[in-house]
């Protein structure tokens, strides 16, 4: 499969998750922190999908730098149907529910499916997108801290001041 087609369902589906975002943002006013962090992940996947598009800018340019590519895009089409019907939806009815689905979302292999395409088709572009793999995993963490912060995840043991003398 050509790359570029491969990019297509993926910039979709980071745009999906920047509107899905954006739709619980608006929903929590009420609570400035929630209205906070969920902006503030529909930022950061708009910013994603300008990072494809503009991968997709690069193979047009360049396609003979590209190789093809031997992928499944099975789990990238069946987020982007979940999300999308999410956001058709009434949506969760909670905080707690929105929380859970992002984890589930950022979690999930698909946030790291392109970069995996992109390093099989062309290894030194594929090294400069690791940078967006810390940005996702960045992405995860800050979700995982939110729903400890509110109670929706046990939360780490504090770790005690004799444990941090023990060595």
């Not at 047009?60 to 089409?77: A, H, Q, T, W, Y």
């Not at 939806?89 to 970069?115: H, W």
């Amino acid at each position: 499969m050509e790359l570029q087609k491969a990019l297509k369902p993926i910039e979709e589906l980071e745009a999906a998750m920047a509107e899905l975002y954006t739709r619980y943002s608006d929903r929590l006013k009420e609570d400035p922190e929630a209205t906070a962090f969920f902006a503030g992940l529909s930022q950061d996947e708009k910013s994603h999908q300008q990072v494809v598009q503009y991968q997709v800018r690069l193979i047009k340019r360049n396609p003979k730098m590209f190789s093809l590519v031997n992928i499944d895009m099975d789990g990238v089409e069946q987020a982007l149907r979940e999300i999308t019907l999410l956001i058709k939806g009434p949506g969760p009815d909670s905080l707690e529910k929105m929380v859970r689905l992002a984890l589930e979302f950022e979690s999930s292999s698909t946030q790291s499916f392109y970069r995996t395409a992109m390093t099989l088709s062309n290894p030194e572009v594929g090294r400069f997108l690791q940078n967006m793999g810390l940005d996702s995993a960045n992405h995860l963490k800050s979700v995982q801290e939110f729903a400890e912060k509110r109670g929706f995840l046990p939360s780490a043991p504090p770790k005690r001041a004799s444990d941090s003398s023990r060595g």
